[in-house]
């Protein structure tokens, strides 16, 4: 089976790679680019783990193909923080101790990144409701709804 020359951006850096057709997004993040903080909590698109952002819009990159990257521009949380300050949603969860295995953070936090890009003041409902693709099987979601609510009202303020 033939690999594909694929040509993408991530987190605002070009990046080219030989790709099999079977393989995922999941898969070239880790396993190709070294990008390994997206997770694989289930491949099958349930639990949110691996949860990037692909233009504009939020998917699962275990339900994506590599060679789908061709061309698109893709955000992954290696990208949230801006060098050593981290993004405002990041701190908050540290803040709220809104984190404890960390598999299901990247997802959260790239989930809640791009709810608050389209609505700067969301409800808690609505911060249910947008997360609600992301499974957290170790702090419940009451420190992970706080930490997103905190943050919008930080960064609203900001």
């Known amino acids: 089976m033939s690999k594909y020359h694929v040509t993408t951006t991530i987190n ?3 990046f080219e790679f030989l790709c099999d057709p079977t393989e ?6 880790r396993d190709e680019l070294n990008l ?14 691996c949860s990037v952002v692909m233009d504009g819009r939020l998917v699962c990159a275990c339900l994506v193909l590599g060679v789908e990257m061709e061309g698109k521009s893709i ?3 290696e ?13 908050k969860f540290l803040d709220h101790a809104a984190l404890q295995c960390g ?4 997802g959260m936090l790239v989930s809640a990144k791009a709810l608050l890009e389209r609505n700067p003041d969301p409800t808690e409902t609505e911060v249910r409701y947008w997360l609600a693709g992301n499974l957290c099987r170790c702090t ?11 943050a919008a ?5 900001a």
């Open 12 to 14: 605002d850096d070009e």
């Open 24 to 29: 995922t997004m999941l898969d070239v993040l």
């Open 36 to 49: 390994t903080g997206s997770k694989e909590g289930c491949a099958t698109g349930d639990c949110g783990a």
């Open 75 to 77: 955000a992954t949380i």
């Open 79 to 91: 990208g949230m923080a801006d060098g050593e300050t981290l993004h405002p949603l990041q701190q």
């Open 103 to 106: 598999i299901c953070t990247p």
């Open 140 to 150: 419940g979601y009451d420190k992970i709804i706080r930490a997103v609510m905190d």
């Open 153 to 157: 009202k930080e960064m609203r303020a």
